[in-house]
């Protein structure tokens, strides 16, 4: 019986599945963060290798007989920067006389678009704090659209919602911009009442301007037009996204999976997303995924085989 283990990791856990070819579950296990970018490699490969251990014992197998094993996780989106994982790992395979196959490390966006569509074509839609979308053809190549990252990108994604709000608020403390409903929420939440404490908390105290999103999308909900129009604005690069990776896949009845906390949960901001879609981009199949990102690494560890 050949066995593969998939496993998806994340900034703040890493998810592990130990699958036979049938992409049965035979074992589970979790773990803590796996961003090497922030935490470094060292860290990473101490929890990545501990995974594979508790797979194997879990039952009674030595990891030669696992067939192959793929990663997918936050900041490996560079060919260059994945390499520097896959390297650290064998360095530390070899180090122990340990046993392992095959070992490859990709994306996170990578494994959830095999498994939201189970290595078929379509494409994701990915926005949470950032935004990026990835897409497959009908001939297996890989398209992407977006992740230019938080300096000159992320559009339509939680940062730049945050971002446009805080920017509305503070142009109301000093007089360049009307009253918001924003303003009297981010005082609630954070405790900030006029542009000295704005800056304070931005630059000094590092708030995590992605924060600020719920609040924008509640207060658009309740009828201000200033945080409607950043939502109106967002939205429609949301479509651009999609129109872009369309074109890319030459396919006009793509079918797309939403990812991430502002379009994929029940909101305002994904109704109005999802109205424009429907009504400007009718042809777009959007659907759930068919298995989470963990079984997405599953299946490209099978086709590495």
């Not at 998810?15 to 035979?26: A, G, N, Q, T, Y």
């Not at 796996?34 to 508790?54: A, M």
């Not at 994945?82 to 180090?95: H, R, T």
């Amino acid at each position: 019986m050949s066995l593969f283990i998939g496993i998806d990791g994340g900034g703040t856990k890493t998810k592990c599945v130990l699958c036979d070819e049938s992409l049965k579950v035979v074992y589970e296990t979790q773990s803590g963060p796996s961003n090497f970018l922030t935490i470094g490699t060292d860290v990473v490969t101490e929890t990545v290798l501990s995974l594979i251990s508790e797979c194997c014992k879990s039952q009674n197998l030595s990891s030669a007989l696992i067939d192959s094993v793929v990663l997918g996780t936050t900041g490996a989106g560079r060919d260059s920067d994945a390499k520097k994982l896959e390297n650290a790992v064998f360095a530390e395979v070899k180090s122990q006389s340990l046993n392992l196959n095959l070992f490859k490390v990709v994306s996170d966006a990578r494994i959830a678009l095999e498994g939201a569509f189970s290595g078929k074509p379509g494409s994701i839609l990915i926005a949470g704090t950032g935004s990026i979308m990835f897409g497959k053809d009908k001939d297996d190549n890989i398209h992407r659209v977006g992740g230019c990252g938080r300096l000159i990108g992320d559009e339509g994604s939680g940062l730049v919602i945050g971002r446009k709000g805080l920017n509305i608020v503070s142009k109301y403390f000093d007089g360049r911009g009307k009253e918001t409903l924003l303003r009297t929420k981010i005082e609630t939440e954070f405790g900030i009442t006029n542009q000295t404490e704005l800056i304070t908390k931005v630059y000094t105290d590092n708030l995590e301007i992605q924060q600020v999103a719920p609040l924008v999308i509640q207060s658009a909900k309740e009828g201000d037009e200033l945080c409607k129009n950043i939502l109106d604005e967002e939205t429609d690069e949301l479509l651009l996204h999609i129109m872009a990776m369309s074109k890319k896949l030459n396919d006009k009845f793509m079918k797309v999976v939403f990812i991430g906390g502002t379009i994929a949960t029940d909101n305002y901001y994904s109704k109005m997303f999802k109205e424009k879609l429907t009504k400007f981009l009718p042809e777009i199949q959007i659907q759930q995924a068919e298995y989470p990102p963990e079984i997405g690494a599953v299946i490209l560890a099978k086709q590495s085989t």
